[in-house]
């Protein structure tokens, strides 16, 4: 049917890999109390099964002419006992399954287009969907050929990274390879439709729908970390804290006044009918939102990759600014001339309730950094009744000032010069969330130096230098406070962040170990490997406690990095010490003895490791003073 495919009787190479950003997915859903805790990974004894995954290649046009282009697909066929994560996963620590081409110079090879993941459900996930790619994922790119290509075969390698996991457990990442030969001749064959480019959906050679590019990865999400370290509870509490934050940004700001008088129309002498009438308003804002997240909720991840674009980051931070500069009297921000109307044309709960919902959606862009991030958080649960709750919860927090406002409507001052301050005041953290909106792009140091500059000259400016009245002296005071404390947190943005000194460690060796017992001194061995969550965790916790740092001066300090668990040393250590996953910390008393009672196998409080190493210390007859 003129296809020409490469079928692979098994995988020719599998291999784990070495990245900076690659993290295992079973460790990232660890839910409430017990999120410190994370699941092992397995290193499979030091390598990672070699038939997991097989690549199967094809392409579309058994000849091509020099100048025209082809489209090429890949079949991953996965063991049905595994699945491998998406090229576009949920959460930043998840390691993408990625194609990478090598082609001869002059050979043009397009972007990947991956097949659309599924959200499935799996042990280690603790109720959280992950995005996976199943058995028969086909992956296609467009090949063109140069002009002055001669005539032959030529050659293409095909190189996928990925990690496998299976309902129990994550192997280490792994690369598959798959060789594909191209023909190069006078005159383009007609493209073949049946097989993998059935799969594809690609029609006469015209290459499927593109995904986003690899390195486009989702952004962190701050309420999913919330999720998996404090639970429920404390999210719903966060999200809630969070609405009362986004009731006071210059979007709300202009509605004040007409939740003010509209509210101040409806008054009566009947206290429960005007608290009535704030709970309705409030209910029509809480509507607007929850439909919102039931929407984000059973979209699944369409939301998830907004905040990793340094353009929407960067489009976002530019509105947030000019809407800060705007509180500053740049221009001035009016609402809709039709919500002015509409808040004298109904009265009675139903006028209540309409003016909440209209509330909600004029409200909504200046809500966007936080909404979007619960959005893609709501999207990757997957679950519209938490979507409906999460959105819920921030709405009740933007609502409640603004039901508290409706209450207490006849019994508030009118607006005077201290209104002016505070619109400014407002301004200011407006730019300050600009600037955090951009961290990611500029870098935090970058980020902490502009929001520090900003902090310190708007201090200056609006605690002393600003002009607007104060009646009575105490409100002058409070703008004063308000000036110092913000120069001053400024200036602890400007300065260096301090860093804990760690454990110092050298590289492992059986020859250091040997030595140490002749020595009579304890070991401390250290597993770990760059995609390894709870490794890093140890890193900068653990490892990090100064009582621990203290006693390591009595230990040799060895860590064997397992990243890439090939080489001899590496697999011998891994063998002579059991070591089945990642972290896990040996230790071995001063005769050379392992004490497996100590032996850690995941993230630890540093309390927990000193008392591991005081037991090392007196197992081999060795003590510390426990000052």
């Known amino acids: 049917m003129g296809r020409r495919s490469v079928r692979r009787t098994g995988v020719a190479n599998v291999r784990p890999t070495s990245s900076t950003m690659a993290l295992l997915a079973a460790l990232l859903t660890t839910v409430g109390a017990s999120g410190a805790f994370a699941q092992p990974v397995s290193l499979g004894g030091g390598t990672a099964p070699a038939d997991i995954v097989r690549l199967e290649a094809a392409v579309q046009n058994e000849t091509v002419a020099p100048g025209d282009s082809t489209l090429v697909a890949i079949r ?34 397009g972007p990947v287009s991956y097949p659309q993941h599924i959200l499935k459900e799996f042990s280690f996930a603790k109720g959280q969907k992950v995005a996976v790619l199943e058995d028969g994922a086909v992956m296609t790119f467009r090949l063109t050929i140069p002009a002055g290509a001669p005539a032959g075969t030529v050659r293409l390698k095909a190189t996928l990274t990925y990690q496998a996991c299976d309902d129990q457990q994550c192997l280490p990442p792994a690369e598959a390879e798959v060789e594909i030969p191209v023909n190069v001749g006078g005159k383009t064959s007609p493209p073949a439709e049946d097989g993998l480019f059935a799969a594809t959906g690609a029609d006469s050679g015209t290459p499927a729908q593109l995904e986003v590019n690899p390195e486009a990865r989702q952004a962190p999400n701050y309420f999913a970390g919330i999720l998996e370290k404090r639970g429920w509870a404390f999210l719903l509490a966060a999200v809630y804290v969070a609405g009362l934050g986004l009731s006071f940004t210059p979007c709300v700001f202009p509605l004040i006044p007409i939740t003010l008088g509209y509210f101040r129309n409806q008054a009566s002498d009947n206290r429960r009918r005007t608290v009535g009438l704030a709970v309705t308003y409030a209910a029509g804002i809480a509507t607007t939102y929850s439909i919102l997240g039931f929407v984000a909720a059973t ?24 809407m800060g500069f705007g509180m500053f009297g ?56 938490a979507g409906l709750t999460l959105f819920f919860v921030l709405a009740l927090g933007i609502a409640t000032p603004l039901m508290l406002l409706a209450i207490f409507s006849a019994n508030l001052p009118t607006a005077g010069p201290w209104m002016s301050w505070v619109k400014k005041l407002l301004g200011a953290l407006l730019l300050g969330v600009a600037v ?52 001053a947190g400024g200036a602890w943005l400007l300065l260096p962040a ?20 002749r020595d009579g001194r304890p070991v401390i061995i250290d597993f770990s490997a760059e995609w390894c969550l709870p490794c890093r965790e140890l890193e900068h916790g653990a490892f990090r406690h100064p009582e621990a740092v203290r006693l390591s001066q009595q230990f040799v300090r060895l860590k064997v990095d397992a990243t890439d668990s090939r080489p001899p040393a590496v697999r011998e250590a891994l063998k002579q010490y059991d070591v089945r996953g990642v972290p896990t910390v040996v230790f071995l008393d001063s005769t050379g003895k392992e004490i497996r009672e100590a032996r850690i196998l995941s993230n630890v409080p540093g309390s927990t490791l000193v008392e591991r190493m005081r037991v090392a210390m007196e197992k081999g007859g060795s003590r510390v003073s426990r000052e």
């Open 299 to 322: 979209s699944g991840a369409l939301f998830g990759s907004w905040l990793s674009s340094p353009w929407v980051l960067g489009t976002l931070a530019v509105i947030i600014a000019v």
């Open 436 to 487: 955090w909106l951009v961290s990611p792009v500029i870098g935090g140091k970058a980020a902490s130096v502009a929001g520090g500059a900003i902090a310190i000259a708007l201090g200056i400016w609006l605690g002393f230098l600003e002009k607007s009245g104060f009646r009575p002296a105490s409100l002058g005071t409070f703008r004063a406070l308000t000036g110092a404390l913000a120069i």
């Open 76 to 109: 991953a066929d996965v063991d049905d006992r595994y699945h491998i994560q998406s090229n576009v996963p949920l959460d930043e620590f998840t390691i993408p399954t990625e194609l990478r081409v090598e082609a001869p110079e002059g050979f043009e090879v």
């Open 498 to 517: 301090p860093e804990r000194p760690g454990i110092e460690w050298q590289p492992y060796s059986a020859a250091l170990v040997e030595q140490a017992a």
């Open 330 to 385: 740049a221009f001035e921000l009016r609402p809709p001339a039709f919500i002015a109307q509409r808040s004298g044309a109904r009265s009675g709960f139903a006028g209540a309730f309409v003016m909440g919902l209209i509330f909600g959606v004029v409200a909504a862009p200046c809500t966007g950094p936080a909404t979007i991030a619960l959005m893609a958080f709501a999207g990757a649960l997957g679950q519209p009744a």
